[in-house]
Every structure is written in C-alpha cells, then in structure tokens.
C-alpha cells in the first residue's frame, strides 16, 4: 500500500510498524525508524524529532517500498547498504556476511596480541573487509591481505578499504583461502579468519534473512561446520614465520573439535575467549 501524499512522519512510521510486526520482523519498530532515518538522512532520534512533520508523495513512497523490502525479510543492513562494525560505516550488499558484533571480538584479540609494528597479516575469507579494514585502521604500521573467492565479495572489500583511508595497506587477492595463493607476500606475522562455520542442517534453520539473503558460502562450509577451519589451519601452518599467530571465530559448538585441528596442524599456547553469553567465541594459537 502506497502512503499517500501529505501524510505526517508519524502516521508513516505507525504504519510502517505495524506492517513490519504483521510480517513477523523482529525489532519492527527499530527497524521502522533505522529505515525512515536512512531515508530522510537522520538518525532514529530525528526521526522521532519530526514526526508531526509532513512529507510528499515521493518520500512516502520511497519509505513504502523499504519497509516491503524488510516484510520480505531482506536484512535491514542489505537495504541501507550500510552497517557499523567498531565504529566504522562500512557498506555491505548480498554479496557479503553482514558483519556481526562477535567478529569484533576477533578483532580485539588479534590488537591484544603481541605483533611488530610493521607486521603483515593475512585474512582468509575477508568477505566485507570489516576484519582486515578494522585492523589496518587501529595499526597504520600493518599490511593486511584480504583473500577471498568471490570478486564479488572482493569489490566491497576495495569500497570499505577506500571509505577508510587504508586501500594502500589493504590488498585484496582472489582465491580460494584454503588454498591461500599469496604469491610473494608470504611469510605473514599473523593469519585471521571468521570462516563458515554452520553445519548444512543448522543452516536450515536459520532465519530467513540469513539463509534466504546472506551468501550460503560464507556461512556452511560442508556437513560438520568444521572443514574450513581445517582448509585455514592447513593454510596457516604455511604461511606463518615461526611464532606466528592464527586467530579463528568459533560457531557456538566448534571448540573442541577447532582445538584439536588446530593441535593437529602443529600449533601450541592454544587459548580462548568467551564472547558475552560465556559461549567460547574467538580461539587464537601459535606457530611453534
């Protein structure tokens, strides 16, 4: 149903709301504001600031078409094109994991580590860039390569990094991260990564928005969950200078079998971290 012209703010947003809880959207009446403040170029407090303001036929009708957008249960962070990951506005599409608040933790264990100035780390699996941006703008010293097999993927990496200032110390290379083809950048003080991690049947039951909108790529790698972690420990225990550090994002059941991958592939000092439920969410090791 399209809004008709000289309709208020408010009354927009009362029935964006209702539409979204119709359609069984969480959050519905967050959601409604994020979406009439990305339109109208606010934040959710100017929103609710103009309500008894009225809008034109345009407007209502540009706000019509994102909240049905959001009642087909496309993520809200694919229809603004935008999400914030420790602070950064980094832009996202279909073609990439919508960044979540636990790959930050990945993030922090890698800066908390010990790690040169100068270092050079490899992130397998890059997706949006939020892991290899985020590290290169809190350490202006490191170089970061960005791998992935999805040129797709790869080119809203190259946006992040250029919106950041760090496209010079942010390489993206196309590949296969299993495989790691980084050619002469190699030997690396560090190599992170927030595989997939979901098994094929719990990705059935996944919400919508993810299993119908985000990549199935970044997400299930195979019948356990567990096969790229062995593909980046494989990769790792290659490309790592001696005493280097692999950082991993764990799924909510991986820790015992990453720990023994990992113990497997040759690296020590194995510890981990809990994210804020206390579920065991970000492993990181070393290279003997």
Known sequence: MTSPAGRTVGE???????RLIEAGVP????????????????DRGGVVARRPETVDRAVAERMDALV?????????????????????????????LIPRPETEGLVDAVLEETLPAGARIADLGTGSGCVAVALAVARPGWRVDAVDVSSEALAVAERNAARHGVAG?????????????VGDAA????V?????????DEWRGLQEEVRAHEPKLALVPGPTGHEAYAAVAAAAAR??????????E???????????????????AVRTRPDLQGIPRILTARRP
């Open 12 to 18: 927009i947003l009362e029935n964006a709301t209702r």
């Open 27 to 42: 959050d519905a009446r967050a959601d409604a504001l994020a979406l009439f403040g990305h339109l109208l170029g606010t």
């Open 68 to 96: 049905a957008a959001r009642a087909a249960r496309r993520p809200l962070q694919q229809i603004t094109g935008h999400v914030d990951f420790r602070g950064l506005d980094l832009v996202v599409d279909e073609h990439v």
């Open 169 to 181: 110390r942010v390489r993206t290379i196309e590949g296969d991260f299993a495989r790691a083809a």
């Open 187 to 190: 030997p690396y003080d560090a």
């Open 192 to 200: 992170v990564s927030n595989p997939p991690y979901v098994p094929e």
């Open 239 to 248: 490309m790592l200078l001696p005493g280097g550090l692999v950082a991993l």
């Open 250 to 268: 764990l799924g909510w059941t991986s820790e015992p079998a990453v720990r023994e991958i990992v113990a497997r592939h040759g690296f020590r």
